[in-house]
């Protein structure tokens, strides 16, 4: 069994920050792409940003210069610096992961529980 685990969601004002991790767990032999996404009652669900195993990174437009994601593959673990947060970065975040089990060859797709991030105006 694997799983992912997000963290670190709560209750901010506008201007101030959170991190946010993601930690895979379970029989892995290796992550590809792991992403951020989050889900808003207004919007479909996003992509925020996600990084590949060479460490490169994709951002949306809406978080650039804010946001900031990193790995640390000893860990199998994904943060999401989330800096000079606004009331529409509210919503629920979700981390994806695309990975390897041990003993399997083919890539899956595994999806977090969530995590509620809230922006006070």
């Known amino acids: 069994q694997v799983q992912l685990v997000e963290s670190g969601g709560g209750l901010v004002q506008a201007g101030g920050s959170l991190r946010l991790s993601c930690a895979a767990s379970?029989?892995?032999?290796?992550?590809?792409?792991m992403h951020w996404y989050r889900q808003t009652p207004k919007k479909e669900r996003e992509l925020v940003a996600f990084i590949r195993s060479d460490d490169s990174t994709t951002y949306a437009d809406s978080v650039k210069g804010r946001f900031t994601v990193s790995r640390d593959n000893a860990k199998n673990t994904v943060y999401l610096q989330m800096n000079n947060l606004k009331p529409e970065d509210t919503g629920v975040y979700y981390c994806?992961?695309?990975?390897?089990?041990?003993?399997?060859?083919?890539?899956?797709?595994?999806w977090g529980q969530g995590t509620q991030v809230t922006v006070s105006a």
């Open positions: 994806y992961a695309q990975l390897r089990r041990v003993g399997v060859v083919v890539w899956q797709a595994y």
């Open positions: 379970g029989s892995i032999a290796s992550i590809n792409v």
